[in-house]
C-alpha cells in the first residue's frame, strides 16, 4: 500500500491545475489535530489541577449546546463513511496511507475537542470567567473550517469532483458539502458558546442573590446579550414615530424615496451590464464605435454614483428627500421622551444624575435616524444586489460563479455579525465609561462652589482624569477588535476575488463560452459588489451600536410613573381653601414631605389628603398644581432673564403684570439697578442673584400666579435677620386672603398663624396659635426661648461688630 495514489508524492503540491489531495490532507489534518492535541492535553492538565466543578443547577440550559456537540461527533461520522466508500466503491477500491491517516486523526481530534467542550462547561478556573470558549477550541475550529475551505482552490482541476461528471464525484460532493456546512455551523457555535456560563451565571453562583443583585445590575450591563435582543420590540416601540401619519406628503416622500432605492437595484445590475457589451464590441474582429452604448453607460454612472451610490443622482435626491422625513422623527421622539421624564415622579429626579441623562437622551434619539438609514438604505440593498449577483451569475455564467459569490459573501457576513456580537459586550463597557465620564464632569461643575469651599479642585481633576483613563482603556478594546474584524473580512473577500477571477479567466483563455467583455463584467460587477460590502461590517457595527444606544433610552421610557390621573379625574374646583389630612404618615418629621405630598410628587400609602371636600388622588394634577404656589427654601431659578423667571409664574401675563408682582415683592427698584434691568441674566440656578434676591424673585412669581393656597417651606431660613425683616412684608402680600402652610423653624415667622402644629418624630405633639403654646409651657414654648436667646446672642454680636468698626474707622482717620 503506497502513501499517495499512483504517480504521485508527497512532495508535489501542484497537479493538474489544482493542489495534491494527498498533500492537503496531510497537511492539514496533522497541524490541525497536532495542534489540538498538544495544547488540549495542557490545558485539560490545568483544569485538573486548578479547576473546580460547576454545580448542574448553575448551568445554562441551550438546545444549542447539544447541536454543538451533535454536529462536532457527527464529522468523524461523516469521515468514516467516506473511508469505506473510498474503500469499496469510490476510486477503484484504492486505499492510500494518507486516507488512513486522516481517518485516524479526524476520528481522535474531534472527539478530544467534545471532551474539552465539556470541561471547559462544567469546570471553572480560578480567574474571571472568559465568557466563552478557550483559545484552543476556537483555534481548533477556525483551522476545520480553514481547511475544508482549501478545496475551492481545485476548482479548475480537471480531474477533481466539482465537475460532477460520475456518481463518484456527485458522493465527494454531497460529503464535502456536509463537512463544509458542518464546520461553518462548528464555527458559528463556538464563537456563541452556548453551554459556557456567562457572567450573570457566574455571579449567581452559591444563590447569592442578595450580594450581587446590585453588582449584576450595574456593572454586568455589559454582557446583556446581543444587541439585537428584543430588535423587534424596539422598533414597535418606535414604530408610531417613523410613519409621518400626521403628514400626508411626506408618505409621498417615503414611496418616492423607496422607488429610487428599487431604481438604484436595477442600475446596479446594468452598468457591468454595459461595459461588458462596450469591450465586446470593441474586440471583435471588425470593431465597431458603439458611441450609444456608451451613452447609456455614462447615463447610468451618472445615476448610480459610485459603487455604495455615494454621490449618484439618485442616492442625492433620495438623502434630500428623506431630510424632512427623518426630521419629523427626531421631534417626535425627543418631544415624547422630554414629555415622558416630565411625567415621572420627584422619587427618580432626585435619583438621577442629569449629565449621564442628557447624554442618555442625545445618543438615543440621534441612533433612531441613523438605524433607519443603514437599514434601509446600505443593508437592504446590498442584500439586495447580493442576491441579484448571484442569480445572475448563475443565469449568465454557471453555477460555480454564482456559488463562489454567495459562498464567499455568506462567510463574509456571517463573520462579521458573529465577531460584531462578540464585541457588543467591549461597546456597551466603552458606552458605561463614556456615561461615567461626562456624569462626572457634569456634577463637578454643577456644584463647583463646593468644590472651591473646599479647595478640592485638585481631587476633581485627579478623579476627571481616572474617568477619561478608564473610557479610554475600554475604548482601546473596542478598537481593537474592531481590527480583528477588519482583518478577516479583507481575507474573506480577497480569497473570494481570486477564486472568482482565477475561474473567469481560465474559461477566458481556454474558449468555454467566456469572452473578454465577460471578464470585465465579472471584474466590474463584483468590485463593484464589494465597495458596499465592504462597508457592511460597518453598518452592521454601526447598528448594533445604535441598538446599543437606544437601549438606556428605551430604559428611560420605560420607567413607570408614579404620579397619576385617575381615570375620569376632573378639575379641583376651591371656594374655602380649606385644607385636611386624614391619617396621612409622613417619613421623618414630616414637614417638607407634607407639601410634597399636596402637590402630588408623592402619592400618600394610607390617609387622604383632602382640598374643600375633595381627594386630592381623584382629582387633575394639572388643576391640583395650578391652585397652589410654593416659595421653597431654596429657590432655583432657570438660566435665564429675570423677567423670564417672574413670567413663569403665569406664562401668558403681561409686562405691566410681572412689574406690579415685583413690587409687591420688593424687588422692582433692585432690577431697575442691574444692568439690563428685566433682561438681566440670572446665571445658572440663579447664582448670579443674592439669596434674599433669588427670595423676592420666587415670591414676585407666586403673586403673579396668584394661587388658592400658597405653601411657604422654610422661606426665609437661608436669609440673614435684616434680609428676613424686610422679605416679610413681601411673604405677607402673597399670603393675604390665602390658605396658607408654612413650613418653619424660625418661630418668629409664624407667631400670626391662626394654628401652630408641632411635628417630633413623625406625629403632631401639640397644636394651637402662639400664645396658647406659649403659655402651655411644653415642646413649643421651649424652642421659642432657645430661639430667643440665639437672637439676643445675634444682635450683640451685631452691635459689637458695629462699635468694632466704627472704632477702626475712627483709628484710620
Known amino acids: 500500500m503506497q502513501y499517495c495514489p499512483p504517480n504521485v508524492t508527497l512532495n508535489e503540491v501542484w497537479i493538474n491545475h489544482g493542489t495534491s489531495q494527498c498533500f ?52 468523524p461520522v461523516v469521515a468514516v463513511l467516506r473511508f469505506i466508500l473510498q474503500a469499496t466503491v469510490l476510486n477503484g477500491g484504492l486505499v492510500c496511507g494518507y486516507m488512513i491517516l486522516s481517518l485516524v486523526l479526524t476520528i481522535t481530534m474531534f472527539p478530544f475537542s467534545v471532551i474539552l467542550i465539556i470541561v471547559e462547561r462544567n469546570y471553572l478556573l480560578p ?145 457591468p451590464i454595459y461595459s461588458k457589451l462596450i469591450v465586446d464590441s470593441m474586440a471583435t474582429a471588425n470593431p465597431r464605435f458603439r458611441w450609444d452604448w456608451v451613452l447609456i453607460f455614462v447615463g447610468f454612472k451618472f445615476l448610480q454614483g459610485g459603487g455604495t451610490g455615494g454621490m449618484g443622482l439618485l442616492n442625492n435626491l433620495r438623502s434630500f428627500l428623506w431630510i424632512k422625513i427623518q426630521q419629523y422623527t427626531t421631534c417626535e421622539v425627543e418631544v415624547e421622551l422630554f414629555k415622558h421624564l416630565h411625567g415621572l415622579s420627584l422619587r427618580w429626579h432626585l435619583s438621577r444624575k442629569t449629565g449621564e441623562v442628557l447624554r442618555v437622551m442625545d445618543r438615543g434619539t440621534e441612533s433612531i435616524n441613523n438605524l433607519l438609514n443603514y437599514i434601509l ?49 467591549f461597546q456597551r463597557r466603552m458606552n458605561l465609561a463614556d456615561n461615567a465620564q461626562r456624569a462626572r464632569s457634569v456634577d463637578s461643575l454643577l456644584n463647583f462652589e463646593t468644590v472651591k ?171 391640583l398644581r395650578q391652585a397652589i404656589g410654593v416659595v421653597p427654601q431654596d429657590t432655583v431659578l432657570f438660566n435665564n432673564s429675570i423677567k423670564y423667571n417672574i413670567q413663569y409664574g403665569r406664562i401668558c401675563a403681561s409686562d405691566d403684570d410681572i412689574v406690579a408682582a415685583s413690587k409687591h415683592a420688593d424687588i422692582h427698584d433692585s432690577i431697575l439697578n442691574f444692568p439690563d434691568a428685566y433682561e438681566t441674566k440670572v446665571g445658572e440656578r440663579g447664582l448670579k442673584l443674592s439669596g434674599g434676591e433669588k427670595q423676592r424673585v420666587a415670591i414676585a412669581r407666586t403673586l403673579l400666579k396668584s394661587p388658592a393656597i400658597v405653601l411657604l417651606d422654610e422661606a426665609t431660613s437661608a436669609l440673614d435677620t435684616q434680609t428676613e425683616r424686610n422679605i416679610q412684608a413681601a411673604l405677607s402680600r402673597v399670603c393675604a386672603n390665602r390658605t396658607t402652610i408654612v413650613v418653619a423653624h424660625r418661630l418668629s415667622t409664624i407667631i400670626h398663624a391662626d394654628e401652630i402644629l408641632v411635628l417630633k418624630e413623625g406625629e403632631i405633639v401639640e397644636r394651637g396659635r402662639h400664645a396658647d403654646l406659649i403659655a402651655l409651657g411644653s415642646v413649643y414654648a421651649a424652642m421659642w426661648e432657645q430661639q430667643l436667646r440665639a437672637s439676643d446672642t445675634a444682635e450683640e454680636q451685631e452691635i459689637e461688630g458695629a462699635v468694632n468698626n466704627k472704632k477702626t474707622n475712627d483709628r484710620n482717620e
Open 377 to 425: 438604505f446600505s443593508i437592504v440593498p446590498t442584500i439586495v444586489d447580493i442576491l441579484v449577483a448571484v442569480g445572475y451569475f448563475i443565469a449568465a455564467f454557471n453555477g460555480w460563479f454564482g456559488l463562489i459569490v454567495f459562498i464567499t459573501m455568506s462567510l463574509y457576513i456571517v463573520a462579521t455579525i458573529v465577531v460584531t456580537e462578540w464585541r457588543t459586550k
Open 127 to 271: 480567574s474571571i470567567p472568559t465568557r466563552g470558549h478557550g483559545l484552543v477550541l476556537l483555534f481548533f475550529w477556525t483551522l476545520v473550517l480553514i481547511s475544508e475551505s482549501l478545496s475551492f482552490i481545485n476548482l479548475n482541476r480537471e480531474d477533481w469532483w466539482f465537475h460532477l461528471r460520475t456518481l463518484t464525484d456527485e458522493i465527494e460532493m454531497s460529503v464535502f458539502v456536509t463537512r463544509f456546512v458542518s464546520c461553518v455551523i462548528l464555527f458559528v457555535l463556538g464563537l456563541r458558546a452556548p453551554g459556557i456560563m456567562t457572567t450573570r451565571d457566574y455571579l449567581n453562583l452559591g444563590n447569592s442573590y442578595s450580594a450581587h443583585s446590585i453588582q449584576i445590575d450595574e456593572t454586568d450591563a455589559t454582557n446583556q446579550g446581543s444587541a439585537f435582543r428584543n430588535a423587534w420590540k424596539k422598533i414597535s416601540v418606535l414604530a408610531p414615530f417613523l410613519w409621518p401619519k400626521k403628514d400626508v406628503l411626506l408618505q409621498f416622500r417615503v414611496a418616492f424615496c423607496f422607488l429610487l432605492l428599487v431604481a438604484g437595484r436595477g442600475i446596479n445590475l446594468y452598468v
Open 453 to 623: 469651599y473646599y479647595g478640592a479642585e485638585e481631587y476633581e481633576v485627579e478623579s476627571y482624569r481616572e474617568a477619561i483613563l478608564h473610557f479610554q482603556t475600554e475604548e482601546w478594546k473596542s478598537m481593537v477588535t474592531m481590527n480583528i474584524l477588519n482583518t478577516m473580512q479583507n481575507v474573506i473577500v480577497c480569497l473570494g476575488l481570486l477564486t472568482g477571477s482565477l475561474l473567469c479567466v481560465h474559461m477566458v483563455v481556454t474558449n468555454q463560452g467566456l469572452t473578454v467583455g465577460d471578464y470585465v463584467l465579472f471584474a466590474s460587477y463584483i468590485t463593484q459588489l464589494y465597495v458596499p460590502l465592504n462597508w457592511f461590517g460597518t453598518f452592521y457595527r454601526a447598528i448594533q451600536k445604535n441598538f446599543v444606544d437606544m437601549e438606556n433610552m428605551f430604559d428611560l421610557m420605560r420607567e413607570e410613573q408614579e404620579v397619576i390621573d385617575a381615570p375620569g379625574a376632573g378639575p379641583l374646583s376651591v371656594k374655602r381653601g380649606i385644607v385636611e389630612f386624614h391619617s396621612v404618615g409622613p417619613s421623618g418629621s414630616g414637614k417638607s414631605t407634607i407639601i410634597r405630598l399636596l402637590f402630588r410628587f408623592y402619592d400618600v400609602d394610607a390617609g387622604a389628603i383632602v382640598i374643600d371636600g375633595q381627594n386630592i388622588k381623584t382629582v387633575q394634577q394639572a388643576s
Open 24 to 75: 492537503m490532507e496531510t497537511l492539514t489534518v496533522s497541524i490541525t489535530a497536532g495542534l489540538l492535541l498538544l495544547f488540549g492535553s495542557a490545558q485539560l492538565w490545568m483544569y485538573r489541577k486548578y479547576g473546580t466543578q460547576v454545580t448542574q443547577s448553575s448551568l445554562p440550559r441551550s438546545k444549542l449546546y447539544y447541536a454543538q456537540i451533535f454536529i462536532t461527533l457527527l464529522l
